[in-house]
């Protein structure tokens, strides 16, 4: 993995809920003039309903195959097209405890609304399971993704951002390109 983008055209970001991915891709956009695209807004149908498999990759088809773009969001189901699309791919590894802590303090904040990152008629809500996942996340999903890099193309710029210092340097050196 290296920590320095060349060519970044096509972006994804990754992490576990409440590690700031969709803050990171619309700050991301605004120093890149890119389009941002949040996967949750994409997915979700209002009341939190799953959409129908196949329109669902069908509209993940048309999310990548525009020419520039950054998109928030893991979604196992498709995160193989995307980092086959993708030429940068920014992995943000955050301590399960600020997770928990964000998303739950995002839920306080936005409770019985809908936030700008979410599809329509989806309420912010936490529930036990929702925990779970955000806690596992760790152990379960990242080292599952990490093993999906090593069989990415070498032009693909993996970057992995442990921390808000790592994050601020990322930034940094990206605006004195």
Request: hydrophobic share 35%; charged share 30%.
């Amino acid at each position: 993995m290296t920590d320095t983008a060349n060519t970044m055209d096509r972006i994804m970001v990754l992490g576990p809920p409440g590690a700031g991915k969709s803050t990171f891709a619309v700050r991301l956009g605004k120093t890149l003039e890119w389009p941002v695209t949040h996967l949750d807004a994409h997915f979700w149908e209002p009341g939190w309903e799953k959409p129908d498999s196949d329109d669902w990759e069908e509209t993940h088809r048309t999310l990548i195959e525009r020419p520039n773009w950054i998109i928030d969001g893991n979604y196992g189901s498709t995160i193989d097209a995307r980092l086959d699309a993708a030429d940068t791919v920014i992995l943000l590894s955050v301590s399960r405890y600020i997770c928990l802590y964000r998303v739950l303090k995002r839920w306080l904040t936005n409770h019985g609304q809908t936030r700008p990152d979410m599809a329509e008629g989806c309420e912010e809500k936490v529930d036990l399971e929702f925990l779970r996942y955000i806690w596992n996340f760790p152990t379960e999903k990242i080292p599952a993704i990490e093993r999906k890099f090593a069989g990415l193309d070498e032009d693909t710029t993996v970057i992995r951002l442990d921390s808000n210092a790592q994050r601020d340097a990322f930034f940094a050196r990206l605006s004195k390109r």
